[in-house]
């Protein structure tokens, strides 16, 4: 398998490097190997006949990262389980993927069947990183998602997603091995696979943020104090950041990627300044189609292309088409909005074990004389005529208001237009009488309403204006770090 061959290349050939800083501590690619070897010695007589998938219970320390590779090294897939996740959520998890053996790097016992490894130093076994060739799983990881609609739903990554999205992502960024990178993501989200993957392929160093330190400015504090050079975020992550934007100068840093979520592009036009030499890049991509799939470079001197003030997603990545289609699946012409449908070599085979929700979400389509398998993502997005995908906004929060069809991001676009630095989430809202009518969250102990909404009136139509708004000194995020709109809906309900 080539990726597993590829990370046993790594290994050797950087024996000395540094692979991770965590906790304030750096750890080599020999200390890593030694691990990854320790526990695969420990591991190996009780995997057996434990089927495909593990859970991994996800901590923030070298031990997990190690377990991840030990469990590929051994052919199996990881399953992250969350320690903070409510006890009901993990076992639903362990439930659905048929886990029979789960792995804790912590002194915890938290679940049936937990192998508890303590430690990945003792007892110390011959480093060994050839991969087992018994029964291997074809899938690398199967991630329980459920950020936006709130049903987890398992998505397995198969290797050869894995392996079609890395080459993809070369063509982005070359890391090498005197690489800094940042890994700010629980290894629950699939952002923090290619932030500690594509770094140890390269050779190259992988910060983490330790738990208790996710205070945002901690993360700017470790971009500079270690010279960071490359930098994969949320974009909610700067939006906390902006109050120390004059703080902040990071020279160092050559590449910074967002995905994730909507990025807005006045807020990326200040943070550039803190990066001055570093490429910026707004990727796109659902979980079911490996992580990230297009790309849009952001450009310091020219005009970016914006949409509602949110940025261009670009084009397709290497080994992935995607296609706008209207009704019945009609693909759309250029500059029509309709929901964004993605095949390729980085689609997922399948929710795991779900055949109803694999009928919906996949169909198959001729496209240029071939019949390709697409995913449905559920976002809204146009085609420009330079062939570049415009995000419009997710297709169920198009609410339809009086008949009307309601972008909520045009609300937040100008919405924030007239509050400047301030964040807004507007929020299709049902009410008593079941109706819908708009709800906007404001990021502020307080603003000027009566004023906010003459101006919205100016710029939208009657029904577009929201008509119940709340305010919150900060907006909840996600584990994902993304910000968290089912919250958001629940605060408007307890109001
Ligand atoms: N650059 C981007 N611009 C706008 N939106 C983005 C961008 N990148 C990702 N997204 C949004 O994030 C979604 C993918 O996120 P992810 O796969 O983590 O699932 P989720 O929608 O947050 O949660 P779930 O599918 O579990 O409900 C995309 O479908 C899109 O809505």
């Keep these: 398998m080539q990726l597993i061959d590829d990370l046993k ?104 069947n937990t192998f508890t490894i303590q430690t990945c130093a003792l007892p ?28 987890p739903k398992g998505v397995p990554i198969s290797f050869r997603n894995l392996s079609n999205f890395l080459k993809a992502f070369n063509a982005l960024c070359q890391v090498n091995k005197k690489d800094r990178c940042l890994q700010m993501f629980e290894l629950t989200f699939d952002m923090s696979v290619v932030s500690f993957l594509v770094p140890l392929l390269a050779g190259a160093c992988v910060y983490t943020i330790p738990k208790n330190k996710i205070k945002y400015s901690f993360i700017f504090e470790l971009m500079e104090d270690y010279k960071l050079t490359i930098a994969i975020m949320v974009p909610s992550i700067i939006n906390y950041l902006r109050p120390y934007f004059d703080e902040i100068h990071c020279p160092d840093m050559r590449f910074n990627l967002f995905a994730g979520e909507a990025l807005y592009l006045d807020v990326l036009e200040e943070w550039s300044r803190c990066l001055p030499h570093a490429k910026i890049v707004n990727a796109y991509g659902p979980t079911e189609t490996t992580i990230i799939c297009t790309s849009y470079d952001f450009n310091r ?25 209207g009704e019945q699946d009609q693909e759309l012409e250029e500059g029509a909005t309709g929901e964004l449908c993605i095949s390729g070599k980085q689609v997922t085979p399948g929710y795991w074990e779900d055949p109803e929700k694999n009928k919906t979400s996949f169909f198959y389509k001729d496209h240029n004389g071939e019949n390709l398998r697409f995913y449905r993502t559920g976002d809204a997005c146009f085609k420009d005529a330079n062939g570049d995908f415009m995000y419009v906004g997710r297709v169920d929060f198009q609410a339809k208001i009086q008949g009307f069809r309601v972008e909520l991001a045009e609300i937040e676009f100008h919405s924030k237009a007239f509050l400047e630095k301030i964040n807004v989430v507007a929020i299709a809202l049902t009410n008593q009488l079941n109706n819908t009518e708009i709800g906007m969250a404001i990021e502020s102990e307080t603003i000027p309403t009566a004023a906010l909404m003459s101006y919205l009136k100016t710029k939208l139509p009657h029904y577009m204006i929201p008509t119940q708004v709340i305010f919150t000194k900060q907006f909840p995020l996600n584990s994902n770090g993304k910000i968290d709109r089912n919250t958001l809906r629940t605060l408007f309900i307890n109001n």
């Design 124 to 151: 110390t076994s011959k480093i060994n990183l050839n991969p087992s060739t018994l029964n291997r799983s074809e899938n690398a990881y199967i991630l329980f998602t459920s950020g936006t609609t709130g049903v």
């Design 301 to 325: 001197e020219l005009e970016n292309k914006t949409h509602n003030g949110i940025m261009c997603i670009g084009k397709d990545m290497e080994g992935t088409l995607s296609i706008v289609v």
């Design 9 to 112: 290349d790594a290994f050797e050939k950087h024996e000395e490097n540094n692979a991770f800083f965590i906790n304030d501590t750096y750890y080599t690619y020999r200390d890593l190997a030694q691990g990854v070897s320790n526990i695969r010695q420990a591991i190996k007589p009780l995997l057996s006949e434990k089927g495909a998938n593990i859970g991994l219970v996800v901590h923030d320390n070298i031990e997990t990262y190690a377990s991840i590779i030990a469990l590929w090294l051994e052919g199996k897939t990881y399953v992250p389980l969350h320690p903070d996740f409510p006890e009901n959520r993990n076992q639903a998890i362990i439930d659905q993927a048929h886990i029979n053996a789960v792995l804790d790097a912590s002194n915890q016992n938290t679940f049936q």
